[in-house]
Every structure is written in C-alpha cells, then in structure tokens.
C-alpha cells in the first residue's frame, strides 16, 4: 500500500468524525502487516475527557478483530475537515502505537494537497517503553 493511498483512506475516515465542539475532524488509517486497514475518525465528547482520537479508534478497531501487527498509520485532520497542515498524534495515541508496534511503524502525516510528512515512531517518541519490557 502506498502511503498516497493510505492517506486517501485517512480522508475518508475523517469525513466521520464527530467534532461538534473542537470543529477539528480527525481521520486515521491503520495499516496491518496482512494488509488489512482499519479506518477510525476523533468522537468528541462534551466533557472532553471521554473524547477518542482517530488514531486510537482504528488501533482499538483493530485489536478488537485480532489484529496486533502493525506497520503503518496515515492521519490527517483540519477545522471543519478542511486539511491545512500535517496532524502529529497526542502523546496517549503515541503510547497506544507503542503498546503494539516497533520502532520501524511508520506515520504519516497529510498535509495540504498531496504533500506529507512521514517519521517512524522511535522518531517521534524517543526513550519509550513497551509492555514486552516489563514482561518477563
């Protein structure tokens, strides 16, 4: 899969999103190592702290039907979905990547028209832990 045809996905999750209080609609799409995708959008929620991000929504998708190899996410967002600038995902959406995937996941980041940016997660959460350290 392509990483235009990844974010191609993403857009069409945002078209989802339900951001009646931010207007920012999220849109993400998870690459399996099989080649399945899962597409998830941000669900907000009036006390904010109940609000689920796109990239967590196609993570927990995922997990949910047994799926726990992971290579790649795309995630694009903007106000009112309009996409104006890449979309890094928060810090607890970098913990849940971690959780399931190596230092080689790559993300991309859609940004206005057909430009993106990509990094893996090592880069982009340097000094993390994961749960197979602190199983033994």
Same mark, same amino acid.
């Given at each position: 899969?392509?990483?235009?045809?990844?974010?191609?996905?993403?857009? $069409?999750?945002?078209?989802?999103?339900?951001?009646?209080?931010?207007?920012?609609?999220?849109?993400?799409?998870?690459?399996?190592?099989? *080649?399945?995708?899962?597409?998830?959008?941000?669900? $907000?929620?009036?006390? +904010?702290?109940?609000?689920?991000?796109?990239?967590?929504?196609?993570? +927990?998708?995922?997990?949910?039907?047994?799926?726990?190899? +992971?290579?790649?996410?795309?995630?694009?967002?903007?106000?009112?979905?309009?996409?104006?600038?890449?979309? /890094?995902?928060? *810090?607890?959406?970098?913990?849940?990547?971690?959780?399931?995937?190596?230092?080689?996941?790559?993300?991309?980041?859609? @940004?206005?028209?057909?430009?993106?940016?990509?990094?893996?997660?090592? $880069?982009?959460? /340097?000094? @993390?832990? @994961?749960?197979? $350290?602190?199983?033994?």
């Amino acid at each position: 899969m392509t990483p235009e045809k990844l974010i191609e996905l993403a857009k $069409e999750a945002m078209t989802h999103a339900y951001a009646p209080y931010s207007g920012y609609k999220v849109g993400a799409a998870l690459l399996c190592a099989d *080649g399945t995708v899962y597409g998830g959008c941000n669900i $907000e929620n009036a006390s +904010f702290s109940p609000t689920n991000c796109a990239e967590r929504t196609a993570f +927990f998708k995922a997990v949910y039907d047994g799926h726990r190899d +992971f290579t790649a996410i795309a995630i694009v967002g903007g106000k009112d979905g309009i996409i104006t600038g890449a979309f /890094p995902p928060c *810090g607890v959406c970098r913990q849940v990547m971690r959780e399931f995937c190596r230092d080689d996941f790559v993300i991309y980041m859609g @940004s206005k028209g057909e430009t993106y940016q990509s990094v893996t997660l090592a $880069e982009i959460l /340097p000094f @993390s832990f @994961s749960a197979s $350290e602190h199983m033994n």
